[in-house]
């Protein structure tokens, strides 16, 4: 290389910038040169005159952005017990009900949710319809982050918010809603995953038989979550028993789910009980637009 072309690299040769095979060459033409070598020592002495701006860093600003940009989680107190909560900044992303050690809740939360999150206080509205659900109240409205899911667990998931507070709908319902009648299995695995309950009440969803079915963190507590909520679990035990599906009101004309709102309104006078969607339509009745049981039924 001739001069003017290693001069060029000299500050990034000094800087320690340059690729090997530059740097061998320019090391062989600074053997050689007896004004380059002048040149070097120039932009050494030049570079020691400027000073460097060297700041530290505001306290907790890494804290900061991350709780800013990044999943954090929290752990909070409800009225049935312990609850970690993940969040960011477009909502959040996951209720895990119980305790769980925070190096234990990250890997979970990265399995599940393929992402990962650090520890953070969360913050007051977030804690807020957590608590309130889980009081069986009816939650403040507030987003949650189902990024990453599959098109079929979030459109399942967002339906559940259509069951009404104090109400039961069976899995079949909720895969007829979704498009996908013939899906329940693939119903009852969205719910068993879901990762927000409580503010995607999955523990509305139960057995088209009866009972209250599985739930991820105890059929014990999915009753008590629906007892506070006002559904009458006694009273849908012992349909259950009498294998009553539906509710005929005789006044109305029309049939519902036991927990409808309409339902609930019927005279015990009025109340016919009906076995399936057959049986109601043989006896003149008509699907309630409210609970909307026909959906069964297609």
Known sequence: MRCKEIRNLLDAYRTGELNPADVLSVSRHLAECGVCPEELKFIERLSALIPVPRAAAPAGLLTRVLDETADCFGEVGTEIGNALIAFNRRGITMVYLGKMEPSEFEKYYEQRRGRHAHPAAVPEGYARVVCQAAAGQQPDRLPV??????????????????????????????????????????????????????????????????????????????????????????????????????????????????????????????????????????????PCLHCRPETLAS
């Not at 409580?198 to 014990?220: I, K, M, T």
């Not at 927990?259 to 006078?269: E, F, I, K, Q, Y």
Request: proline share 8%; charged share 30%; hydrophobic share 35%.
């Open 145 to 286: 982050d189902l990024e990453g899911l599959a098109p079929f667990e979030r459109d399942v998931l967002r339906l559940l918010t259509k069951i009404p507070r104090g109400q039961v709908r069976p899995y079949r319902w909720l895969a007829r809603e979704a498009g996908r009648p013939k899906a329940v299995r693939a119903v009852g695995n969205t719910m068993a995953r879901n990762p927000i309950p409580l503010l995607l009440p999955c523990h509305r969803v139960v057995p088209s038989q009866g009972g209250v079915g599985n739930y991820a963190f105890g059929s014990h507590v999915k009753r008590e979550l629906l007892l506070r909520e006002g559904v009458p679990m006694d009273e849908l035990d012992e349909l259950a028993r009498r294998r009553v599906r539906f509710l005929g009101c005789k006044s109305t004309g029309i049939y519902c789910f036991p927990t409808c709102r309409d339902a609930r309104r019927m005279l015990p006078s009025n109340r016919v009980p009906l076995a399936d969607e057959a049986e109601a339509g043989r006896a003149g009745f008509r």
